[in-house]
């Protein structure tokens, strides 16, 4: 099943696709992909779940819903690798496992590019958040998105924060953001607000 959802206006639309597999007669499973106006398609959610049979199962949980589809952060560098610019960096909230970044982007007029984007950055490992470099020129530092890079190879990347040495399994596959003087290594990487100043929630 494919669909097409809106990013900005005059922008080109986005796509996702829906892929439905039945492994047995109890359990189904979810794919999701985001679908880049260039054609290019990113897993972004993938859910296995149980399914019930009112015949045999009738204390069987219903099936879970999907969560709508954010643009991938990702995807939209790689289609776009050297137009995404920061300009600044507006706010930085930190959670367990999560980063959330409110940036100012460069846009050169380009709609596939979000000018005021706030990124998830889900299963959030590690971070650097300092100041933009005021002597940056050339419209702001290139954003760039790596999923293979030397920062990435360390094995602590896979041990959980607080888990008194648990790993995580199955063992996350993490990329790394970079911008002027920061970076965050992250599982994910969406968009939640594509184009529009938000200001930085209370604490």
Known sequence: MIR????????????????????????????????????????????????????????CPAIAPLTAMKP??????????????????????LGHLRVRLALVMATSHNPQIP???????????????????PATIMGGPLVEYHDTHELLNRPLLQYVPGGDGEEFDPPLKLGLLMFDQSY????????????????KPAP
């Open 72 to 93: 991938d952060f990702a995807t939209i560098i790689k289609a776009n690798p050297l137009a995404m610019r920061a300009l600044a960096i507006s706010w930085v909230t």
């Open 4 to 59: 097409k959802y809106d990013v900005a206006p005059d922008a080109p639309p986005w796509g996702w696709k829906t892929v439905y597999e039945v492994i047995d007669a109890d359990h189904l499973t979810i794919t999701a992909f985001n679908l880049t106006p260039d054609g290019l398609e990113v897993k972004g959610l993938r859910q296995s779940t149980r399914v019930p049979n009112t015949n045999r199962r009738p204390d």
């Open 115 to 133: 000018s005021y984007p706030i990124i998830l950055c889900a299963n959030a490992v590690d971070y650097i958040i300092r100041p933009m470099n």
């Open 184 to 199: 965050v290594i992250a599982e994910k990487f969406e968009v939640e607000v594509f184009d529009r100043r938000v200001e």
